[in-house]
């Protein structure tokens, strides 16, 4: 079992920056896929950027270049830099983790573990 705990939401205004951090906690695995989703009043989930257990990231491209994210195995956290947010930004943003390496692409259903949110409001 996996434990996740997501923490760094409020409120900014556009083009302000937040970093949102998750704390991770329980089972340990050597490869994985971990990624931040969010979703938008209305909308459906999305995923905004992953990480693979060998470090490499990938992005949505409506986030690429405004988006970091990183993993620190010391501290067992996951974390996302967001500059330049923009109002559509504005979601519940989730770290989940699934046992499918990110290079084969694991679709939402198979992220298994998965925190409780925290919310980013991005106001004009």
């Known amino acids: 079992q996996v434990h996740l705990v997501e923490s760094g939401g409020g409120s900014v205004q556009s083009g302000g920056s937040l970093r949102l951090s998750c704390a991770r906690s329980?089972?340990?695995?050597?490869?994985?896929?971990m990624a931040w989703f969010r979703q938008a009043p209305g909308k459906e989930r999305e995923e905004v950027a992953a990480?693979?257990?060998?470090?490499?990231?990938t992005y949505d491209e409506g986030v690429k270049g405004r988006f970091t994210i990183s993993q620190d195995n010391t501290k067992n956290t996951l974390d996302l830099q967001m500059n330049s947010l923009k109002p559509e930004d504005t979601a519940m943003y989730y770290c989940?983790?699934?046992?499918?390496?990110?290079?084969?692409?694991?679709?939402?259903?198979?992220?298994?573990?998965w925190g409780q949110g925290t919310q980013v409001t991005v106001s004009s």
């Open positions: 989940a983790v699934s046992r499918i390496r990110c290079i084969y692409h694991p679709q939402q259903s198979h992220f298994g573990w």
């Open positions: 329980g089972s340990s695995y050597s490869t994985y896929c």
């Open positions: 990480i693979d257990s060998d470090g490499s990231p």
